[in-house]
């Protein structure tokens, strides 16, 4: 052992009452106040020049708090006078150490230090271990009356509590610390829910102003966050609408309405003009957010972008108009071809017979060919469009379904590898060819050719039918194949149901093909379609 002088005292039960110590993480913390104040206190009562307040584990002494010792803060065990007190519940007193034999050769007594009294507070846990003391140290010996000794055992039971006081401290902070963290994560967790919804989600406090917007409400609003924050949902910045296109006044909007009544109102079209953008329609539910006494905080509303909805809602209005009025028309022509024939019934001999009954044929073809439009579109949205493959050959079924198109102004040419066979539903693909051939006549009028090419490119049959017509806008072009989509020639009126192209795309992509048009306004257009041919 390297030190001169060692008491060498263990008590039996060490290791628990180290493990005890452990427990309350005092051990080498930094100083503390608190327990500088308790050394300053016993040194006004006790009048004595050093006092400390001290832990000891199993290897050393550490000082906490002291005065008139600064700078040692770890002392040996074996050198510390202060690991006696660990032996006895009671206060230790040495008054004049000099004298007792057991600090005969303790390097503190014998040199330039010169202690002579000394005395000890054992610091006790709950569960009665000691774990430190307080104590008083003098160069003179002196005594301690027994009230004196009660003083400082009062001031080692404060400086327990005061460490068992810091420890809860510290555990209360760790859990908070600990709350704080999940409450964070739990935030950024529903955050990211937010942030992947469909529907855009806003929140905002009792005067209106956004407090949260997820990506979706940022998306549909075209803004950032920072172009999004400090602004209410009522903001000037951009103009809520009704409906019909006018202001909607404050006190009618969905959000207003929750704030103020604290109702939910669901599903609430509303219009947002915003400077350089399109008015675009939100259907929002709103709702408000109140507080455990029932007070109103704010109010959150979760909304998606309808524009689309609400334009396929006006093309379905236009449709059934035009629907309507496409019907009536060969209606009307029958209803005529059966009056005059009523008129000449009694005279078969009547030259007009024949005119009149390939009349009414022509109005029933046109009636049912109408209607099996709108039967095969209802098939679509159910997906229950099917086919029946045969192998056939293409130039054919073309060439036959041409003889059905009656057109005198144009002259239709079948050009190409007019051997080429393909394995497809013959039926749909001769509907497919017609309504492209009757879209050249109908919208091209003025065409003298139409050609139609059959050719083998990797792989796939592509049939082409190409006009000379005014060709069709760019911006046009990606709606060509939608649903009741009709590209409107001012002035010129075309009729048809918006529906033929709607029809091809769905037959050909259900035969794993493609359909397209290449066009230039001016140019003419080339309707294409091709069908993957069997090797
Ligand atoms: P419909 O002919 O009943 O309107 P379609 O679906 O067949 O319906 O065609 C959709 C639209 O595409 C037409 O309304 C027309 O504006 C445009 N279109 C189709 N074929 C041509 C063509 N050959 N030339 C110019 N425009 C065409």
């Not at 060498?8 to 104040?37: G, H, M, Q």
């Not at 040194?43 to 550490?62: G, Q, R, Y």
Request: proline content about 4%.
């Amino acid at each position: 052992m390297s030190n001169a002088y060692s008491f060498n005292i263990i008590p039996p039960n060490d290791s628990e009452r180290v493990e005890a110590l452990k427990r309350y993480r005092i051990f080498n913390t930094p100083a503390e106040n608190e327990f500088d104040s308790i050394v300053k206190l016993a040194i006004t009562i006790f009048k004595v020049p050093i006092a400390h307040i001290s832990f000891l584990d199993a290897e050393n002494e550490f000082v906490k708090a002291s005065v008139g010792i600064d700078g040692i803060v770890l002392v040996d065990r074996g050198e510390s006078i202060c690991a006696l007190s660990l032996l006895t519940p009671d206060v230790l007193v040495v008054e004049n150490a000099f004298t007792d034999p057991a600090f005969a050769r303790h390097p503190f007594v014998h040199g330039d230090f010169g202690l002579r009294f000394y005395a000890g507070a054992p610091i006790v846990t709950p569960d009665n271990y000691i774990i430190g003391t307080i104590c008083l140290v003098d160069t003179q010996p002196r005594t301690l009356t027994p009230h004196e000794k009660d003083i400082l055992q009062s001031l080692a039971n404060v400086v327990m509590e005061q460490v068992a006081l810091r420890l809860s401290n510290i555990e209360k902070s760790e859990r908070q610390q600990q709350t704080n963290l999940l409450l964070a994560t739990s935030e950024d967790r529903l955050k990211g829910i937010l942030d992947t919804m469909a529907e855009g989600v806003s929140i905002v406090d009792v005067t209106g102003k956004l407090i949260f917007t997820n990506q979706m409400a940022r998306n549909i609003f075209g803004l950032n966050g920072i172009d999004i924050a400090d602004r209410t949902y009522n903001d000037t910045k951009w103009k809520n609408l009704r409906q019909d296109g006018t202001l909607l006044p404050d006190e009618e909007h969905p959000m207003t309405l929750a704030l103020k009544t604290g109702s939910s109102v669901y599903d609430f079209e509303v219009g947002i003009k915003i400077p350089k953008k399109e008015v675009f329609y939100i259907s929002i539910n709103a709702a408000p957010i109140v507080d455990v006494d029932g007070a109103i905080t704010g109010g959150i509303a979760t909304f998606m972008d309808v524009t689309n909805r609400r334009q396929l809602m006006k093309q379905k209005d236009e449709f059934i108009s035009i629907a309507s009025h496409e019907l009536k028309t060969p209606i009307t022509s029958l209803k005529a071809s059966i009056q005059l024939l009523d008129r000449v019934k009694n005279d078969p001999s009547s030259p007009m017979f024949p005119k009149l009954i390939e009349q009414a044929g022509k109005s029933l073809q046109k009636l049912s060919s109408l209607v099996n439009d709108l039967l095969n579109v209802n098939r679509i949205a159910q997906g229950q469009l099917s086919l029946r493959k045969t192998t056939f050959n293409l130039a054919e079924l073309i060439k036959d379904c041409c003889q059905l198109v009656h057109s005198t102004a144009n002259h239709v040419e079948i050009k190409g590898d007019l051997n080429l066979m393909v394995s497809a539903d013959e039926q749909r693909i001769d509907q497919v060819v017609v309504n492209m051939v009757n879209n050249a006549i109908k919208y091209a009028p003025d065409s003298k050719h139409i050609d139609i090419i059959i050719e083998k490119i990797n792989g796939a049959a592509k049939v082409s039918v190409k006009d000379n017509g005014p060709g069709i806008a760019a911006e046009k072009l990606p709606y060509l194949f939608d649903r009741y989509y009709r590209a409107d020639y001012s002035g010129v009126q075309f009729s048809g149901l918006g529906l033929g192209l709607y029809i091809s795309a769905d037959i050909i992509k259900k035969h794993g093909g493609e359909i397209g048009v290449d066009t230039e306004p001016g140019r003419g257009s080339t309707f294409w379609f091709t069908l993957p041919v069997n090797q």
